[in-house]
């Protein structure tokens, strides 16, 4: 069982920055492949950034172009998300996730392949 808690959320205006945490407890963290995604109201759960165990990483490249940059801290069984010149279209709950992948290369991208959540994060972009 791992338990994901993000944080770094808020309220910011167009161009602004935000850096988005999610604390892991519970497991190995080293182990799991993860990811973050997002949910605006009305829509589906969509990727944003995905990282495999042994670090390699992808990206929504159509949504976040650039902007985005994800990184984790085994050290601190923390992942990370910096995220630069928000636009107004990136208000959405952002959630973290994980899934067991020891030492592999394996990066999700698909919101049905993790097995654990987090509670949310909310992101407003304002104009």
């Known amino acids: 069982q791992v338990q994901l808690v993000e944080s770094g959320g808020g309220l910011v205006q167009a161009g602004d920055s935000l850096r988005l945490s999610c604390a892991a407890s519970g497991r190995t963290f080293s182990n799991y492949a993860m990811g973050w995604f997002r949910q605006a109201p009305g829509k589906e759960r969509e990727f944003v950034a995905a990282?495999?165990?042994?670090?390699?990483?992808?990206y929504n490249r159509s949504s976040v172009k650039g902007r985005f940059t994800l990184s984790r801290d085994n050290a601190k069984n923390t992942l990370y998300l910096q995220m630069n010149n928000l636009k107004p279209e990136d208000t959405a709950v952002y959630y973290c996730?994980?899934?067991?992948?020891?030492?592999?290369?394996?990066?999700?991208?698909?919101?049905?392949?993790?097995?654990?959540w987090g509670q949310g994060t909310q992101v407003t972009v304002s104009s």
């Open positions: 990282i495999s165990s042994i670090g390699g990483i992808t």
């Open positions: 996730a994980a899934a067991p992948s020891p030492r592999t290369s394996l990066i999700l991208a698909t919101p049905g392949l993790y097995d654990y």
